[in-house]
Structure formats: structure tokens, C-alpha cells
């Protein structure tokens, strides 16, 4: 009899749970849609790559590949009007034979004009001319500037000896005697071990050479300049030449 009046709430539990799994709505994971998003992109990889045509252009002719006429002018001090007149047959012919371009001494600007003809077909040989004519004015001999011309890899790089320290009257004199030497001894013995060409000029140094020879000399003569004695640049150099030489 008890068992009639009190009836089982298993049945009202099972339609409650049906309807709350009815309202609510499944949701996918983070990796099926990742993996989903990887199967995507492997469908699009596999496509066939559409292959385009290279566009194709007629060679240039050479008028076009020189440009037009370019030219360089490059001053000279009055000090050097001697040896240029003495030395022009030597600046002249590798400009113009080799190079193949025209040069000209203007007497009005006291300049020296380099220009580009029909006849010039390296681009570079123009900046090479006004490097070699530089170098001359600058106070190197010929023979030294003409490597300018043949090699690729030289430059040329000055320096005032007052912007390493700034030096006056007799101190002044004192640090360029350190750097030339007794008869130029110290000079030579700085070129002949970093293989450069330096030339002093009142205050100003010029170093003729590779990047790498040029950084040794430059190195020398300011420890020259700041008041290093000679034997000590010179152990320097060597050391650091050696090394040079045997990484090389």
C-alpha cells in the first residue's frame, strides 16, 4: 500500500536531464580546430604552383650603358705646378691610353679636367683617373699612384697630426720630426713593414694602401704623435704584421 502512494521520481529525473543536454550546445575543442586549420593548409600546399612567364627585355646598347659625359676636376696648389709640368707625359698616358678617357690641365681654374668619351667603357675608370691624379698633387711619385689604377683595393686616407692631439710651436714640430725620423728612417720603416706609401706634408699625413695596411700605419703614427718612443712603435708593427701575415 505505501509503495502505491509514494510513486518513484526516477522518471521526472530522466526527462529534466534530457532537457537541459537539449539546450545546451556542444562545443568544439581547441584541437580539433587546429587540427582542422593543419588540414586546411595542407590541402592549399598541395595545389599545383601556377607558373608565370619571365618577362624578357632586349639587350642595352652600350651609348646607354655609359651614360652621359661625366667629368672631374681636381685642384692644384701652386706648389705642384712644377712637378705636374715635369710629370705630365707619365699622368697623361695611362689616363688616356688605358683608360680611355680625356684630360686637360685648365690654366684659367688651375685645375686638372678628366672627362668621359665614346671611346670609355668601364664606368669606374673615371673615379680611378681622379684617384691616380689625387694622389700625384697630394705629393706620391707616379710609379706609387699608378697602383691606384691597376688595383682595385687601395686607397687613400689623410689625416691633420693636430686631430689626434692637439699640439702647438715646438711640440707641434716635435711629434712630425717623431713620425719622419732621423733622414726619414722611421717613415721608411713604418711603409716598408705595413707595405704603404706615407707622405708628410706640414701637418697633414697621407697613406697610400689596402684598408687593412693603411689601419696599421695609422695606428703607428698616432702612437708616434702622442708620444711613443720609436723602438716601441716598431716591436708594435712587427708584432701586429706577423700576425697579419700568418692569418693570411
Sequence with gaps: ????????????AVVESTDDTESFTK????KTQKRKREQDGADMDTE???AHKRPQFPPLAGDKLRGPNDMRKI????????????????????????????????????????????ETQDIGSL???????????????????????????LFLESFD?????????????????????KGGKTKFTIENVTKTRIVLADTKVHILGSFQNIKMARTAICNLILGSPPSKVYGNIRVVASRTAERF
Aim: one cysteine or more; proline letters at 7%.
Design 161 to 181: 697630426v693636430t686631430d689626434v692631439k692637439p699640439l702647438k710651436g715646438d711640440h707641434l714640430s716635435r711629434a712630425i720630426g717623431r713620425i719622419a725620423g
Design 75 to 118: 685642384p692644384v696648389p701652386a706648389h705642384r705646378y712644377t712637378p705636374l709640368k715635369d710629370n705630365w707625359l707619365k699622368i697623361f698616358t695611362p689616363i688616356v691610353e688605358n683608360l680611355q678617357l680625356q684630360v686637360r690641365f685648365n690654366l684659367k681654374s688651375r685645375n686638372v679636367e678628366i672627362k668621359t668619351c665614346k
Design 48 to 50: 599545383e604552383p601556377v
Design 27 to 30: 562545443v568544439k575543442s581547441k
Design 1 to 12: 500500500m505505501d509503495a502505491d502512494k509514494n510513486p518513484t521520481p526516477d522518471a521526472g
Design 127 to 153: 673615379t680611378k683617373a681622379a684617384d691616380f691624379v689625387r694622389a700625384f698633387i697630394l705629393g706620391f711619385q707616379v710609379e706609387d699612384a699608378l697602383a691606384l689604377i691597376r688595383l682595385d683595393e
